[in-house]
């Protein structure tokens, strides 16, 4: 299972609001998901003052995974890396990227970009 933090329950994924939470239209078309239920409520406090959470299956057929160092959140180069990633993963075909934190010091949750939405089910009851 992973969640979507947003202004409202979606069941199905809308490439085209990418950003739309996050303000972050750089990163291109994707839709970001958490397997941490607690962290797409934050990131649903980015679009609402009342966010609702989305609940999907997440069956990627050809997932790439980057393993990022805690130093690119201190440094700022997060960012950047995301965007060379989603830039990759696309030539490449990838259906996602799933962003894993590297090391035992966890400041974010695992955080994953959605390039084909064919890959989520909606959970919504």
């Keep these: 299972k992973v969640f979507h933090g947003g202004a409202k329950r979606i069941s199905v994924p809308d490439l085209t609001k990418s950003g ?4 972050i239209a750089e990163e291109g078309r994707a839709f970001w998901v958490t397997p941490s239920q607690e962290s797409a409520l934050g990131f649903g406090k980015l679009a609402s003052k009342t ?14 995974t980057i393993e990022f160092p805690v130093k690119s959140i201190l440094d700022g180069s997060f960012g950047q890396l995301k965007i060379d990633a989603l830039n990759k993963a696309r030539k490449a075909g990838h259906d996602a990227v799933i962003f894993k934190q590297a ?9 994953i970009a959605v ?9 919504q009851r």
């Design 103 to 111: 090391g035992n010091l966890k400041l974010l949750e695992d955080e």
């Design 115 to 123: 390039l084909d939405p064919s890959v989520l089910k909606s959970l």
């Design 20 to 23: 739309a939470t996050s303000g």
């Design 51 to 64: 966010p609702a959470i989305s609940e999907f299956g997440f069956t990627p057929k050809n997932p790439l």
